[in-house]
């Protein structure tokens, strides 16, 4: 069973860095295209960006409001997702998610991000 | 950037029928698109239930199907439940970026 557990939300001031990591298990996490998803508080789902496995090239992908200040990276030796988020707003405030991109058969529980002064 | 629309909202009796759908602002959605179907409870994770189209997922209840439809991707409910109710997002691949749907709240009433 697939099993994504996201982590390293919090509370951040604009302008600062965060980074999320998401720990996967249940599946072949190297084999896996993974993608990031947010909602902020009482909004839809926006797809974030997304990393290619290693296999594929390992390039990236972002959507536009984030491109140039969010960075995904993979570690397959620890079956982890990353997300590090710089120069921060409070439109980034969301809950973020990690989901395998095979099938898109898996999802995180979340990890909330409020980022506010 | 392409968007892609959903109706914002729809009501079903319990028992009936409803479609939901997905449209492009680039154009006709085909399967090259990818439609995908997801369903999200307040409070809850979204859950995957559409892949590619119209694959279901092992936990996809068979009433859920999806399908294209006058250009657009549909997911049809038939026979709803009461735990139905929830928001539905789809989302559509361009390329290197994957858009979502703003939602549709559906209704079991």
């Known amino acids: 069973e697939v099993q994504l557990v996201e982590s390293g939300g919090g509370l951040i001031k604009p302008g600062g860095s965060l980074r999320l990591s998401c720990a996967a298990s249940?599946?072949?996490?190297?084999?896996?295209?993974m993608s990031w998803v947010r909602q902020a508080p009482g909004k839809g789902l926006e797809w974030v960006g997304r990393?290619?496995?290693?296999?594929?090239?390992?390039?990236?992908d972002y959507a536009a409001p984030v491109k140039g200040r969010f960075t995904i990276s993979r570690d397959d030796s620890k079956n982890t997702l990353y997300l590090q988020m710089n120069s921060l707003k409070t439109e980034d405030t969301a809950v973020y998610y990690c989901?395998?991109?095979?099938?898109?058969?898996?999802w995180g529980q979340g990890t909330l991000v409020t980022v506010s002064s | 950037q392409a968007v892609v629309t959903q109706e914002p909202s729809l009501t079903v009796s319990p028992g009936g029928t409803v479609t939901l759908t997905c449209g492009s602002s680039?154009?006709?959605?085909?399967?090259?698109?990818?439609p995908y179907w997801f369903q999200q409870k307040p409070g809850q994770a979204p859950r995957t239930l559409i892949y590619?189209?119209?694959n279901k997922h092992s936990w996809t209840p068979a009433r859920f199907s999806g399908s294209l439809l006058g250009g657009k991707a549909a997911l049809t409910l038939s026979g709803a439940q009461p735990e139905d109710e929830a928001e539905y997002y789809c989302?559509?691949?361009?390329?290197?970026?994957?858009?979502f749907g703003g939602g549709t709240k559906l209704t079991v009433l």
């Open positions: 989901t395998t991109e095979e099938r898109w058969n898996g």
């Open positions: 249940g599946f072949t996490f190297s084999n896996d295209w």
């Open positions: 990393i290619k496995s290693k296999t594929d090239g390992g390039t990236t």
């Open positions: 680039t154009g006709a959605v085909t399967s090259g698109l990818y």
């Open positions: 590619d189209t119209s």
């Open positions: 989302f559509l691949s361009y390329s290197g970026a994957r858009v």
